[in-house]
């Protein structure tokens, strides 16, 4: 299993959501998603991003698929 198969799987199994989430990819992105919606989008770039890069504790996913002419950066953080 690759280093990035391992990253991806840890994140899924500790996701989690709350109402302020939803709030906030909704502003960041200028959207109004439904919490399904958003939960679809963040499992569509789990599935396997372009990009995973580590910064500190912090990782980020860069998923090129989604609007090509905006590469999106998604900041997953592990406390």
Known sequence: M???????ELIRTHICYTPR???????KLAVNLSEVEIKD???HILIQPDEIKR??????????KINP???RTKKISFL
């Open 21 to 27: 989430v939803f709030q906030r990819i909704n502003k």
């Open 55 to 64: 910064c500190g504790k912090n990782y980020y996913m860069v998923d090129c």
């Open 41 to 43: 989008l963040v499992n």
């Open 69 to 71: 002419n905006a590469v």
């Open 2 to 8: 690759s280093k990035q198969s391992v990253i991806l």
